[in-house]
Protein backbone atom coordinates (compact mmCIF):
# COMPACT_ATOMS: atom_id res chain seq x y z
CA UNK A 1 0.00 0.00 0.00
CA UNK A 2 3.03 2.47 0.89
CA UNK A 3 4.52 1.50 -2.59
CA UNK A 4 1.01 2.32 -4.27
CA UNK A 5 1.00 5.42 -2.62
CA UNK A 6 4.16 6.39 -3.65
CA UNK A 7 3.43 5.76 -7.21
CA UNK A 8 0.17 7.66 -6.69
CA UNK A 9 2.02 10.91 -6.09
CA UNK A 10 4.91 10.91 -8.26
CA UNK A 11 2.36 10.28 -11.14
CA UNK A 12 -0.10 12.92 -9.67
CA UNK A 13 3.57 15.12 -9.43
CA UNK A 14 3.70 14.74 -13.36
CA UNK A 15 0.07 14.98 -14.62
CA UNK A 16 -0.88 17.98 -12.50
CA UNK A 17 2.10 20.22 -14.06
CA UNK A 18 0.10 23.46 -14.42
CA UNK A 19 0.33 23.84 -18.30
CA UNK A 20 0.75 26.87 -20.39
CA UNK A 21 -1.55 27.81 -22.84
CA UNK A 22 -1.15 26.66 -26.43
CA UNK A 23 0.50 29.04 -28.67
CA UNK A 24 3.31 29.13 -31.04
CA UNK A 25 6.79 29.75 -29.03
CA UNK A 26 7.21 33.28 -31.13
CA UNK A 27 3.63 34.76 -29.39
CA UNK A 28 4.57 33.62 -25.83
CA UNK A 29 4.38 36.94 -24.02
CA UNK A 30 4.86 37.60 -20.25
CA UNK A 31 6.32 41.16 -18.10
CA UNK A 32 9.57 42.13 -17.77
CA UNK A 33 10.99 43.29 -14.31
CA UNK A 34 13.13 43.96 -12.00
CA UNK A 35 14.33 41.86 -9.32
CA UNK A 36 17.12 41.98 -6.44
CA UNK A 37 18.77 38.72 -4.08
CA UNK A 38 18.74 41.13 -0.86
CA UNK A 39 22.20 40.30 0.93
CA UNK A 40 21.64 40.54 4.42
CA UNK A 41 22.85 40.33 7.61
CA UNK A 42 20.86 37.16 9.91
CA UNK A 43 20.30 38.27 13.85
CA UNK A 44 20.06 35.80 16.01
CA UNK A 45 17.34 36.15 18.90
CA UNK A 46 19.10 33.74 20.92
CA UNK A 47 20.59 36.46 23.15
CA UNK A 48 16.91 37.70 23.47
CA UNK A 49 16.06 37.22 27.68
CA UNK A 50 12.47 36.27 26.71
CA UNK A 51 9.86 35.46 23.73
CA UNK A 52 8.78 39.48 24.27
CA UNK A 53 12.18 40.85 23.45
CA UNK A 54 12.86 37.94 20.30
CA UNK A 55 9.34 39.27 18.82
CA UNK A 56 10.45 43.27 19.58
CA UNK A 57 13.59 42.22 17.97
CA UNK A 58 12.43 40.70 14.55
CA UNK A 59 9.68 43.55 14.35
CA UNK A 60 11.83 46.12 14.65
CA UNK A 61 14.48 43.93 12.19
CA UNK A 62 11.33 43.95 9.61
CA UNK A 63 11.12 47.58 9.62
CA UNK A 64 14.78 47.85 9.19
CA UNK A 65 14.83 45.36 6.42
CA UNK A 66 12.18 47.54 4.78
CA UNK A 67 13.87 50.45 4.26
CA UNK A 68 16.69 48.59 2.83
CA UNK A 69 14.39 47.71 0.35
CA UNK A 70 13.55 51.18 -0.12
CA UNK A 71 17.42 52.37 -1.26
CA UNK A 72 17.40 49.57 -3.22
CA UNK A 73 14.45 50.10 -5.43
CA UNK A 74 15.02 53.99 -5.90
CA UNK A 75 18.50 52.62 -7.07
CA UNK A 76 17.83 49.78 -9.27
CA UNK A 77 14.88 51.84 -10.75
CA UNK A 78 17.61 54.64 -11.57
CA UNK A 79 20.07 52.63 -12.17
CA UNK A 80 18.18 50.33 -14.59
CA UNK A 81 15.24 51.52 -15.32
CA UNK A 82 13.00 48.27 -14.75
CA UNK A 83 10.54 48.97 -12.18
CA UNK A 84 11.83 46.70 -8.97
CA UNK A 85 9.02 44.17 -8.92
CA UNK A 86 10.33 41.45 -6.52
CA UNK A 87 13.05 41.26 -3.28
CA UNK A 88 14.32 38.11 -2.12
CA UNK A 89 15.41 37.80 1.37
CA UNK A 90 17.94 35.51 2.90
CA UNK A 91 17.54 32.54 4.58
CA UNK A 92 15.72 32.76 8.68
CA UNK A 93 16.76 36.37 8.61
CA UNK A 94 14.99 37.54 11.65
CA UNK A 95 15.87 34.60 14.05
CA UNK A 96 18.76 33.10 12.63
CA UNK A 97 18.80 29.00 13.17
CA UNK A 98 17.74 27.76 16.53
CA UNK A 99 21.11 25.84 17.10
CA UNK A 100 20.30 23.51 20.37
CA UNK A 101 17.43 25.27 21.70
CA UNK A 102 15.31 22.37 22.31
CA UNK A 103 12.67 22.59 19.57
CA UNK A 104 9.25 23.15 21.68
CA UNK A 105 11.74 26.11 23.14
CA UNK A 106 12.94 27.76 20.19
CA UNK A 107 8.95 27.44 18.41
CA UNK A 108 7.51 29.69 21.22
CA UNK A 109 10.49 32.13 21.40
CA UNK A 110 10.65 32.84 17.66
CA UNK A 111 8.45 31.06 15.52
CA UNK A 112 5.96 32.99 14.02
CA UNK A 113 2.74 31.98 13.24
CA UNK A 114 0.81 32.06 10.03
CA UNK A 115 -1.53 34.56 11.22
CA UNK A 116 0.77 36.68 12.90
CA UNK A 117 2.54 40.26 13.43
CA UNK A 118 5.31 39.73 11.85
CA UNK A 119 3.39 38.61 8.52
CA UNK A 120 1.08 41.53 8.91
CA UNK A 121 4.25 43.91 9.78
CA UNK A 122 5.90 42.08 6.56
CA UNK A 123 2.92 42.05 4.29
CA UNK A 124 2.75 46.85 5.03
CA UNK A 125 6.60 46.41 3.97
CA UNK A 126 5.16 44.54 0.56
CA UNK A 127 2.25 47.44 0.29
CA UNK A 128 4.38 50.30 0.73
CA UNK A 129 7.12 49.06 -2.03
CA UNK A 130 4.54 47.77 -4.80
CA UNK A 131 6.50 44.56 -4.71
CA UNK A 132 6.41 40.83 -4.28
CA UNK A 133 8.54 40.41 -1.02
CA UNK A 134 9.77 36.44 -0.95
CA UNK A 135 11.69 35.67 2.63
CA UNK A 136 12.05 32.25 5.13
CA UNK A 137 11.14 31.87 8.53
CA UNK A 138 10.72 29.42 11.14
CA UNK A 139 6.75 29.03 11.12
CA UNK A 140 4.32 27.54 13.96
CA UNK A 141 1.15 24.88 12.47
CA UNK A 142 -1.80 25.29 15.09
CA UNK A 143 -2.02 21.12 13.48
CA UNK A 144 0.97 20.59 14.81
CA UNK A 145 1.22 22.35 18.18
CA UNK A 146 4.77 22.38 19.65
CA UNK A 147 6.60 22.29 16.63
CA UNK A 148 7.81 24.51 13.47
CA UNK A 149 8.43 24.19 10.33
CA UNK A 150 10.95 26.07 8.13
CA UNK A 151 8.89 28.09 5.81
CA UNK A 152 9.78 30.11 2.71
CA UNK A 153 6.87 32.37 1.65
CA UNK A 154 6.12 34.78 -0.51
CA UNK A 155 3.95 38.08 0.04
CA UNK A 156 2.11 39.73 -2.88
CA UNK A 157 2.10 44.15 -2.91
CA UNK A 158 -1.91 43.18 -1.44
CA UNK A 159 0.32 42.46 1.53
CA UNK A 160 -1.18 38.99 1.09
CA UNK A 161 0.68 36.06 1.91
CA UNK A 162 0.35 34.18 -1.77
CA UNK A 163 2.59 31.37 -0.82
CA UNK A 164 4.23 29.40 2.01
CA UNK A 165 6.68 26.21 0.76
CA UNK A 166 7.87 24.03 3.72
CA UNK A 167 11.25 23.11 4.03
CA UNK A 168 11.22 18.93 2.61
CA UNK A 169 14.80 18.35 3.50
CA UNK A 170 16.64 19.59 6.55
CA UNK A 171 18.90 17.85 9.36
CA UNK A 172 17.93 18.84 12.57
CA UNK A 173 14.08 20.42 11.79
CA UNK A 174 10.60 19.07 11.53
CA UNK A 175 9.68 18.71 8.07
CA UNK A 176 6.38 17.51 6.74
CA UNK A 177 8.16 14.53 5.31
CA UNK A 178 8.51 13.18 9.01
CA UNK A 179 4.57 13.61 9.35
CA UNK A 180 3.96 12.80 6.05
CA UNK A 181 0.60 11.24 6.02
CA UNK A 182 -1.60 13.44 8.50
CA UNK A 183 0.63 16.66 6.59
CA UNK A 184 -1.18 15.13 3.27
CA UNK A 185 -4.58 14.68 4.43
CA UNK A 186 -4.40 18.19 5.64
CA UNK A 187 -2.82 19.95 3.17
CA UNK A 188 -2.60 17.71 -0.18
CA UNK A 189 -0.12 17.49 -2.87
CA UNK A 190 -0.69 20.46 -3.87
CA UNK A 191 0.51 22.13 -0.11
CA UNK A 192 3.84 20.02 -0.57
CA UNK A 193 5.01 22.00 -3.64
CA UNK A 194 3.20 25.07 -4.11
CA UNK A 195 3.20 27.37 -7.08
CA UNK A 196 1.66 31.05 -7.41
CA UNK A 197 0.55 32.29 -10.67
CA UNK A 198 0.84 36.21 -10.40
CA UNK A 199 1.66 39.55 -12.45
CA UNK A 200 5.38 39.21 -12.63
CA UNK A 201 5.14 34.94 -13.52
CA UNK A 202 4.62 31.58 -11.89
CA UNK A 203 6.51 31.89 -8.55
CA UNK A 204 7.70 28.94 -6.54
CA UNK A 205 10.33 28.60 -3.54
CA UNK A 206 13.31 26.21 -2.34
CA UNK A 207 14.97 26.20 1.02
CA UNK A 208 18.80 26.85 1.43
CA UNK A 209 20.19 23.29 1.09
CA UNK A 210 17.42 22.18 -0.71
CA UNK A 211 18.71 23.77 -4.40
CA UNK A 212 21.65 20.62 -4.28
CA UNK A 213 18.53 18.26 -4.32
CA UNK A 214 17.11 18.55 -7.99
CA UNK A 215 13.99 16.86 -7.51
CA UNK A 216 12.54 19.70 -5.48
CA UNK A 217 13.53 21.76 -8.18
CA UNK A 218 12.24 19.57 -10.47
CA UNK A 219 8.60 19.23 -8.91
CA UNK A 220 8.00 22.93 -9.13
CA UNK A 221 8.89 23.28 -12.56
CA UNK A 222 6.42 20.34 -13.32
CA UNK A 223 3.71 23.11 -11.68
CA UNK A 224 4.60 25.33 -13.95
CA UNK A 225 7.25 27.29 -11.93
CA UNK A 226 9.13 30.05 -13.42
CA UNK A 227 10.85 32.37 -11.03
CA UNK A 228 12.44 29.66 -8.11
CA UNK A 229 13.23 31.38 -4.67
CA UNK A 230 16.26 30.44 -3.32
CA UNK A 231 16.61 31.67 0.36
CA UNK A 232 20.01 30.78 1.94
CA UNK A 233 22.58 31.16 4.75
CA UNK A 234 26.03 29.37 3.39
CA UNK A 235 29.57 29.82 2.97
CA UNK A 236 30.23 32.59 0.19
CA UNK A 237 33.42 31.57 -1.79
CA UNK A 238 35.93 33.35 -4.86
CA UNK A 239 35.65 29.16 -5.50
CA UNK A 240 32.72 27.50 -6.83
CA UNK A 241 30.59 25.87 -3.97
CA UNK A 242 28.36 23.37 -4.59
CA UNK A 243 25.17 25.66 -3.86
CA UNK A 244 26.51 27.79 -6.48
CA UNK A 245 27.03 24.99 -9.33
CA UNK A 246 23.51 23.61 -8.13
CA UNK A 247 21.62 26.96 -8.41
CA UNK A 248 22.80 26.97 -12.14
CA UNK A 249 22.08 23.42 -12.61
CA UNK A 250 18.73 23.64 -11.56
CA UNK A 251 18.21 26.93 -13.55
CA UNK A 252 19.19 25.60 -17.12
CA UNK A 253 17.66 21.60 -16.41
CA UNK A 254 14.36 23.66 -16.02
CA UNK A 255 14.15 26.60 -18.21
CA UNK A 256 13.84 29.05 -14.76
CA UNK A 257 15.22 31.51 -13.17
CA UNK A 258 16.67 31.32 -9.75
CA UNK A 259 16.87 34.41 -7.52
CA UNK A 260 18.82 33.21 -4.27
CA UNK A 261 19.96 35.61 -1.58
CA UNK A 262 22.61 34.97 1.09
CA UNK A 263 22.72 36.53 4.67
CA UNK A 264 25.49 38.78 5.12
CA UNK A 265 26.64 36.70 8.15
CA UNK A 266 24.90 36.10 11.29
CA UNK A 267 25.28 38.33 14.06
CA UNK A 268 24.52 37.51 17.86
CA UNK A 269 25.97 33.60 17.61
CA UNK A 270 29.61 32.48 18.71
CA UNK A 271 30.25 31.92 15.18
CA UNK A 272 32.46 34.68 13.19
CA UNK A 273 29.99 37.22 12.09
CA UNK A 274 30.84 36.80 8.10
CA UNK A 275 31.29 33.09 8.43
CA UNK A 276 27.80 32.95 5.71
CA UNK A 277 28.06 35.69 3.37
CA UNK A 278 28.11 36.62 -0.05
CA UNK A 279 27.26 35.09 -3.47
CA UNK A 280 24.30 36.39 -3.68
CA UNK A 281 22.84 35.63 -7.47
CA UNK A 282 20.33 36.27 -9.83
CA UNK A 283 20.55 32.96 -12.48
CA UNK A 284 18.65 32.95 -15.66
CA UNK A 285 17.21 30.27 -17.44
CA UNK A 286 19.95 29.42 -19.55
CA UNK A 287 21.97 29.04 -16.20
CA UNK A 288 24.19 32.73 -16.87
CA UNK A 289 24.66 34.30 -13.60
CA UNK A 290 23.46 37.53 -14.57
CA UNK A 291 24.42 39.34 -11.18
CA UNK A 292 26.60 38.38 -8.31
CA UNK A 293 27.48 40.05 -4.94
CA UNK A 294 30.48 40.13 -3.11
CA UNK A 295 30.86 39.97 0.91
CA UNK A 296 28.84 42.53 2.92
CA UNK A 297 25.33 43.92 3.41
CA UNK A 298 24.72 44.97 -0.34
CA UNK A 299 22.03 44.42 -2.76
CA UNK A 300 23.78 44.46 -5.97
CA UNK A 301 22.61 41.25 -7.30
CA UNK A 302 19.76 42.77 -8.98
CA UNK A 303 18.77 42.50 -13.14
CA UNK A 304 15.56 42.45 -14.88
CA UNK A 305 13.31 38.76 -15.18
CA UNK A 306 12.20 38.25 -18.75
CA UNK A 307 9.32 35.96 -18.27
CA UNK A 308 8.38 36.04 -22.20
CA UNK A 309 11.68 34.82 -22.50
CA UNK A 310 11.41 31.31 -20.48
CA UNK A 311 7.57 31.03 -22.06
CA UNK A 312 9.29 30.85 -25.73
CA UNK A 313 11.90 28.63 -24.70
CA UNK A 314 9.49 26.09 -22.89
CA UNK A 315 7.34 26.08 -26.04
CA UNK A 316 10.32 25.49 -28.62
CA UNK A 317 11.22 22.22 -28.81
CA UNK A 318 15.08 21.43 -29.53
CA UNK A 319 17.23 19.83 -27.83
CA UNK A 320 17.80 22.49 -24.79
CA UNK A 321 14.43 22.14 -23.94
CA UNK A 322 15.01 19.64 -21.14
CA UNK A 323 11.80 20.19 -19.28
CA UNK A 324 9.29 18.92 -22.27
CA UNK A 325 11.94 15.97 -22.77
CA UNK A 326 11.70 14.54 -19.28
CA UNK A 327 10.66 10.90 -19.48
CA UNK A 328 8.93 10.41 -15.83
CA UNK A 329 7.63 7.28 -15.97
CA UNK A 330 11.46 5.69 -16.60
CA UNK A 331 12.25 6.54 -12.28
CA UNK A 332 9.03 5.91 -10.65
CA UNK A 333 9.67 2.89 -9.49
CA UNK A 334 12.97 3.57 -8.70
CA UNK A 335 12.23 7.02 -6.62
CA UNK A 336 8.92 4.50 -4.73
CA UNK A 337 12.10 2.87 -3.04
CA UNK A 338 12.96 4.59 0.63
CA UNK A 339 15.95 6.01 1.24
CA UNK A 340 14.75 8.72 4.15
CA UNK A 341 11.42 7.19 6.33
CA UNK A 342 8.56 8.93 6.34
CA UNK A 343 6.00 9.21 9.28
CA UNK A 344 9.03 9.02 11.65
CA UNK A 345 7.59 11.69 13.92
CA UNK A 346 4.09 10.20 13.81
CA UNK A 347 2.75 7.94 16.28
CA UNK A 348 -0.43 6.51 15.63
CA UNK A 349 -1.02 9.09 13.58
CA UNK A 350 -0.50 11.50 16.27
CA UNK A 351 2.85 13.92 15.74
CA UNK A 352 5.67 13.62 18.44
CA UNK A 353 8.15 15.89 19.15
CA UNK A 354 11.35 15.01 19.10
CA UNK A 355 14.70 16.29 20.58
CA UNK A 356 17.39 17.11 18.14
CA UNK A 357 19.29 13.81 18.10
CA UNK A 358 16.42 11.93 16.52
CA UNK A 359 17.64 13.48 13.07
CA UNK A 360 21.22 12.22 13.31
CA UNK A 361 19.58 8.74 14.57
CA UNK A 362 17.45 8.45 11.95
CA UNK A 363 20.24 9.01 9.35
CA UNK A 364 22.51 6.77 11.04
CA UNK A 365 20.09 3.85 10.67
CA UNK A 366 19.32 4.56 6.95
CA UNK A 367 22.73 4.61 6.14
CA UNK A 368 23.13 1.55 7.94
CA UNK A 369 19.79 -0.10 6.15
CA UNK A 370 21.70 0.81 2.64
CA UNK A 371 25.23 -0.48 3.72
CA UNK A 372 23.32 -4.13 4.71
CA UNK A 373 21.44 -3.98 1.26
CA UNK A 374 24.46 -3.37 -0.89
CA UNK A 375 23.62 0.49 -2.46
CA UNK A 376 26.52 1.93 -0.56
Not at 198 to 211: D, H, M, N
Request: net charge negative.
Amino acid sequence: MQLDRRLFLAGSLAMSAAPLEAAPAETATGPVYAAVAMQLRAESVEPAPDRAAARAAMLAHIERVGAQILQAKIFIEQYGGSPLKLAVLPEYLFTSYPGRISIPDFADKAAIAPDGPEYDALGRVAQRLALFLAGNAYETDPHFPGLYFQTSFIVAPSGDVVLRYRRLNSMYAVTPHDLWDRYLDIYGIEGVFPVTDTEIGRLSAIASEEILYPEIARAHALRGAEVLMHCSSEIGSPMLTHKQIARRARAFENLAYVISANTAGIAGTAMPLASADGNSAIIDWKGNVLAESNSGETFTAFSDIDIGAVRRARRKPGMTNYLSRQRLELFAATYAGQVQPANSLLDNGQPVTPTRDHFRRVQDDVIARMVKSGLI
